[in-house]
């Protein structure tokens, strides 16, 4: 789904869509648990989401890039149920639905955007856990690459040759394997051609065999 929250023509009403701003590398736009008061629409730059399970680990669940919402799950609870940290430096929309009410006005293309996104979501999150399970690391990294090669080129971003802001860890960690893991089948993979890789650029070279090694 892509959002386009340009603030002169997005029809949002006045004091619902706050002005877009800037985000650096590293920076935390909400914390888990912080009580529920936006959506930010990724403008600029890459974010990644993770989990505190009672401050003994953290789990990243998710990454997002421009056109996409953060924040989504903390509308039915109240409050954010993980953290959200600029990957690199980039730029946010804060769509403050506290204010939703106050407007007067409807919002039925933000409505059926939320709708879209949360049960694209579950779809996704319920694919991911279901699959895991039975997959072999190169099926993961596979599946990963292809993913996100997916939702660039929706964007109508780059898609077959982009950057991994997200660290070999934070990858591994999402997928459940490794960073080692992750290190030695990404290098496997540019042997066998499937595609180039230089540091933390990526290039796919052969996307039928990506297809076939994520299929198993």
């Known amino acids: 789904m892509v959002l386009d929250y340009?603030?002169?023509?997005?029809?949002?009403?006045?004091?619902?869509?706050?002005r877009r701003r800037p985000?650096?590398?590293?920076?935390?736009?909400?914390r888990q648990d912080d009580p529920f008061r936006s959506l930010f629409a990724v403008k600029s730059g890459?974010?990644?989401?993770?989990?505190?399970?009672?401050?003994?680990?953290?789990?990243?669940i998710g990454f997002q890039f421009p056109g996409e919402l953060i924040g989504v799950e903390a509308m039915s609870r109240g409050?954010?149920?993980?953290?959200?940290?600029?990957l690199q430096n980039g730029s946010v929309c804060e769509?403050?639905?506290?204010?939703?009410?106050?407007s007067g006005r409807p919002l039925e293309a933000l409505q059926a955007a939320v709708i879209e996104?949360?049960?694209?979501?579950?779809?996704?999150?319920?694919?991911?856990?279901?699959?895991?399970?039975?997959?072999?690391a190169e099926q993961r990294i596979c599946g990963f690459i292809l993913s996100l090669s997916s939702r660039l080129a929706h964007r109508r971003l780059p898609s077959l040759e982009f950057t991994f802001t997200m660290s070999r860890t934070d990858i591994g960690n999402y997928l459940g394997l490794a960073s080692e893991t992750v290190s030695r089948v990404l290098t496997?993979?540019?042997?066998?051609?499937?595609?180039?890789?230089?540091?933390?650029?990526?290039?796919?070279l052969d996307r039928n065999a990506l297809e076939q090694c994520a299929d198993g």
């Open 6 to 18: 340009a603030e002169e023509a997005s029809g949002v009403p006045e004091g619902v869509l706050l």
């Open 23 to 30: 985000v650096e590398r590293g920076e935390i736009i909400f």
């Open 46 to 60: 890459s974010f990644k989401t993770s989990m505190e399970n009672g401050g003994q680990s953290k789990r990243v």
């Open 79 to 86: 409050k954010y149920p993980c953290t959200a940290r600029a």
């Open 95 to 102: 769509l403050h639905i506290a204010r939703l009410p106050e």
């Open 117 to 136: 996104l949360l049960g694209k979501e579950v779809a996704f999150n319920h694919q991911l856990v279901s699959s895991l399970v039975h997959q072999s």
């Open 188 to 204: 496997r993979m540019g042997r066998s051609g499937a595609i180039h890789l230089q540091r933390k650029r990526i290039r796919i």
